[in-house]
């Protein structure tokens, strides 16, 4: 499953030019991948190009074969792409296995899905005439995808781009190529044909001469990223020029609200794993927490307690809850954040500053009097840091949680049933989480308001967006 080179054009590319992918946990280099050229994505786009026509002729149930065996073979192997995860991302081993799970379940769920792309028959107005609604594959699609899920972000796009017959051209995070080329692997074996998935890898710097080609293509009807909302917004400007097909899962800013009448322990529970998995690099993480003065004191002191409990190491390590941040830029985006509420009146709890193993791994972090003008309110810190801020009425609550241009997630502890059902849909996400701290599931629509996004992934909504629609008039 170690593979280093990229995967064009139905072979496995090498080419001259080669990039280290590094452990951050050690900062060794693990391997140096191909470093493509805008040259190979047009290579990738044309093959793919020829893949689409079979493709869409293939049988629903064929597809769903494949994408099954796929699934199978990835929970045959799911210590060796965990560990292959870890040692590129950072993530602990529990986690990593997780998500190979999740990623997965994903294939899985669009095997079905697979055949379940229903059209419509529509009353004739006419006598002479039928009325059909056919679902086609919208055909040659592109994926950009994120470091902080390497393979979930992949399945979860390639899953249901297979399942509705498009080919897909993948552009991975330039720091976690090698599980995006292991899934290629898999996928081969699993009888997935070689145009319909390919893997383009590079640097940062290829990022956007290989992105400008996959937008700028007439030939590639669909782009589907993962990723910051500046990007989001540069892709969708360059694939207004061809009209594509976009679906954008963008960043957050997740609030998460504590109300007077939660469960205290079950809210500080729900904040770890919204807040602290993956070290807090993910998009849902929770963002801005707000907690009534009520509740206040004792959530701060009980969350505090558990996270400061919380091992610190290489993910690779015995009992690791937090692994080291991604690379440095993040790690300086928490010091930064961290360093600005200080300065503007914030006070430490827990933490605060770079761990002793040094490198990118930062303290969990408790900071309290976090306030609306700072970093951390207005941007993603993407660490192991928790801000908590103080609310004593509810209106107030759901205001400062809505002040964000953000809207993927959010959310809140409460066990008054009115106030449930009210915070539930005053709340401007895409998502929301009612006492509990993770949502996630493949069965259910994945994505996001506002400036988080357009589309939704997972669930059976998650096909829509892969597909057109052909009305077809008939005359008898």
Known sequence: LFRHDAFVAGEWHGGDRRVPVTDPATGETMAEVTRCAPADAERAIAAAHDAAPPLKASLAGDRATVLHRFADLMAEHTADLALLLTSEQGKPLAEARGEIAYAAAFLRWFAEEARRAYGDVIPPTKSDQRLLVL????????????????????????????AAGCPLVLKPAEATPLSALALRVLATRAGMEPGAFQVLTGDASDAAPLGKVLTGSPLVRKLSFTGSTEVGKILLRQCAETVKKVSLELGGNAPFLVFEDADVDAAVEGCLVAKMRNGGQTCVAANRILVHAAVHDAFVEKLAARMGAMKVGPGVDEGVAVGPLVDEPTFAKVRAHVADALELGAETVLGGGPHALGRTFHEPTVLTGVGGEMLMTREETFGPVAGIQKFTEEDEAIAIANDTRAGLIAYFYARDVGRVWRVAEALEAGMVGVNTGLVSNTVAPFGGVKESGLGREGSQHGLEDWTELKYVAIGL
């Open 135 to 162: 679902r086609e594959p919208v055909g040659v699609a592109a994926a950009i995808t994120p470091w902080n899920f390497p393979s979930a972000m992949i399945t979860r796009k390639l899953g249901a781009a297979y």
